[in-house]
């Protein structure tokens, strides 16, 4: 499987499913039968500790998403009066609730993130405000006009008779959960997929009747989800690389700070990656980063691979000596060499992008010399060079070790690239 697939796949699934499922568990069985002032202490708790850590992690998107959740069960718990809405006003709350909560979470997820701005949080303050005057309106004492806006049957009233949630949500809810679910995938964040299984904890609430004991467990574990997005968020970004998904440099510090002899450390180097960006364009550069990390993260041999900056890559070999990795060091470079890439049609660099800084930054030297031809589409052949290096009596601490592999990876290079070395001087460079 793709390697940034399974990427996206996992962090979809981890934790919000976990949190998910384990709350299901708990709420179907009736577990928490009896527990009520325990379930409102952690609904209150997951709701504070989400939006003081939504504040402090500048996540806009988050704190709002808080307060579409907190508000929309609450109006469904008054205008139903605490009970579980059959008709009346607490009907006609569920069916708006129902409808306009999956809306809302869409937008805060398709919303770029701009923090806690005035210009941000206008925009969404009159929509809470509009939203509120709108439910109010048509929760008023029965019969007023728009009561049963959301009642029309778009198909058999009797297939949905398990739920009081109206036909019309329902669509919104699975396109919605559509949306979210491509979103997620793309972009591989744990606070993307936070929204799907938010959504669907929420929806587990309403389809209870969007009150009691249950409920309040089910919309605490949107909250509780929120809350762990945030956290896992915040940990992605300070362990793993943005764009390749490879742990980035911290993780590989703290990883090399556990290694005992015998170990292995082996530095990859994509072969002129600066030409790459130069004659391409930075969008071609980060595609070719993505291939090789991809192959990288398929390593064999218990090796496990990270980014540590630019074009350079890192592989810790726990408890292997280098005449042990050597062969699937080999097998890594070859793969790289083989694997197809195909340019794009149009070179972005040639399209107009406005004040985009790295134009900005690139234009000074771009003027000073003629654009090299280059074709706009085929194939580009992708190679690296590796160095490995190893602790010995001589070098026996991991920062000499670094730089045997660095050095190795110098002779590589000067031996004419796509190849590896090490630095035991009986182990020549190769290809």
């Not at 919605?176 to 587990?204: C, D, M, T």
């Not at 940990?235 to 990883?255: C, I, K, Q, V, W």
């Not at 990656?273 to 090789?292: A, I, M, P, R």
């Not at 592989?315 to 062969?327: A, E, M, Y």
């Amino acid at each position: 499987m793709n390697f940034r697939v399974k990427n996206g796949i996992r962090s979809l699934l981890l934790p919000g499913s976990l949190i998910l499922g384990a709350a299901a568990v708990l709420i179907q069985s009736g577990t928490l039968e009896g527990s009520g002032a325990a379930v409102n202490f952690c609904y209150y708790a997951a709701f504070a500790t989400g939006l003081l850590l939504a504040w402090r992690f500048h996540s806009s998107r988050i704190f709002s998403a808080l307060i579409v959740l907190v508000l929309g069960q609450h109006a469904l718990e008054f205008f139903s009066s605490g009970r579980t809405p059959m008709t009346g006003p607490g009907l006609t709350a569920l069916e708006a609730i129902s409808f306009l909560v999956p809306l809302n979470l869409l937008l805060l997820a398709l919303t770029r993130e701009r923090g806690f701005s005035f210009q941000a949080a206008v925009p969404r303050l009159v929509i809470l405000f509009l939203e509120s005057v709108f439910v109010a309106v048509l929760c008023r004492p029965q019969p007023s006009a728009g009561s049963r806006l959301f009642h029309g049957a778009l198909l058999n009233r009797h297939w949905f008779a398990w739920t009081q949630i109206p036909q019309i949500s329902l669509v919104v809810l699975v396109a919605v959960a559509a949306g979210l679910l491509v979103r997620a995938l793309g972009h591989r964040k744990p606070l993307e997929s936070g929204f799907i299984w938010a959504l669907l904890s929420f929806f587990l609430a309403l389809n209870i009747g969007g009150v009691g004991v249950g409920a309040r467990a089910y919309i605490a574990t949107a909250a509780i989800i929120l809350v762990v997005s945030i956290i896992e968020t915040s940990y992605a970004m300070a362990y793993h690389d943005e764009l390749t998904g490879l742990p980035s440099r911290r993780a590989f510090n703290e990883a090399a700070l556990k290694l005992e002899p015998p170990y292995t450390v082996a530095t990859v180097d994509v072969d002129h990656f600066k030409s790459v960006n130069d004659t391409y364009g930075h969008d071609t550069g980060d595609d070719v980063l993505c291939l090789v990390a991809s192959k990288l993260s398929q390593v064999t041999g218990g090796g496990l691979a990270y980014r540590v900056g630019g074009e350079e890559f890192s592989i810790l070999f726990p408890g292997k000596t280098s005449r042990d990795v050597l062969p699937d060091l080999e097998s890594l470079r070859a793969q790289i060499e083989q694997s197809p890439f195909r340019l794009r049609g149009t070179d972005r660099r040639n399209a107009a992008r406005g004040s985009d800084r790295r134009n900005a930054s690139q234009s000074k030297s771009t003027r000073s010399r003629k654009k090299p031809q280059r074709p706009t589409s085929g194939e580009l052949k992708v190679t690296a060079s590796i160095g490995v290096g190893e602790p010995s009596s001589k070098h026996p601490t991991l920062e000499e070790v670094i730089n045997l592999a660095d050095k190795a990876l110098y002779r590589a290079k000067q031996a004419g690239r796509n190849r590896r070395a090490a630095s035991s001087a009986d182990v020549p460079c190769s290809i």
